[in-house]
């Protein structure tokens, strides 16, 4: 996984503002997904089976990435903007891929927020613009819980007619 932008290209720092995770968020979000595991939705297995500061409730990997993404939602299009100036591209294709390393836990009553990069990659041989995101998903600790990179495309010029 590359999680850093390759010599040379130019990159656009981000930070997000913070927001403290709550039982209900996490509860929230493994009943939307269906992510009825012991370890999500039975407090009596977490206690059995599960050690330390894991044998209460935890977020799931996954909502530790989405809850990444929807910090940085509010200002993306401006990083988008500065990464994409003065560059040609066409209209927004969509996300084609996310690499994540989970590396620590999220637990209620936690602070984060998300620190990270962008950049544009090489334009393709069939004219898309590709960008990363670069995340890291950090607690009130300073510690990394999630470093993940979203690659977002644009499609090539004249891709789409316009109206």
């Keep these: 996984m590359s999680s850093e932008a390759p010599a040379g290209v130019s990159v656009v720092p981000f930070r997000t503002h913070n927001r ?4 209900t968020d996490i509860v929230t979000f493994v009943n939307v997904v269906g992510l009825h595991e012991p370890f999500f939705i039975d407090m009596e297995y977490i206690r059995r089976n599960m050690s330390g500061k894991h044998r209460n409730r935890f977020a799931p990997g996954p909502m ?3 809850l990444g993404m929807g910090l940085l939602a509010p200002t993306v299009a401006g990083v ?7 560059r040609e591209h066409g209209p927004f294709g969509g996300m084609t891929g996310v690499q994540a390393r989970v590396k620590g836990a ?3 009553g936690d602070t984060i927020h998300v620190e990270g990069e962008a950049w544009l990659r090489p334009t393709t041989s069939r004219g898309y613009t590709l960008m990363d995101l670069h995340h890291r998903v950090v607690n009130q600790d300073g510690e990394v819980l999630v470093d993940f990179t979203e690659t977002i ?7 789409v007619e316009p109206g």
Excluded: D, H, K, Y
């Design 20 to 23: 403290t995770i709550t039982e």
């Design 64 to 66: 530790i990435i989405s």
């Design 80 to 86: 988008i903007e500065r990464v994409l100036e003065g």
């Design 106 to 108: 999220l637990f209620p």
């Design 153 to 159: 495309t644009f499609l090539p010029e004249g891709a």
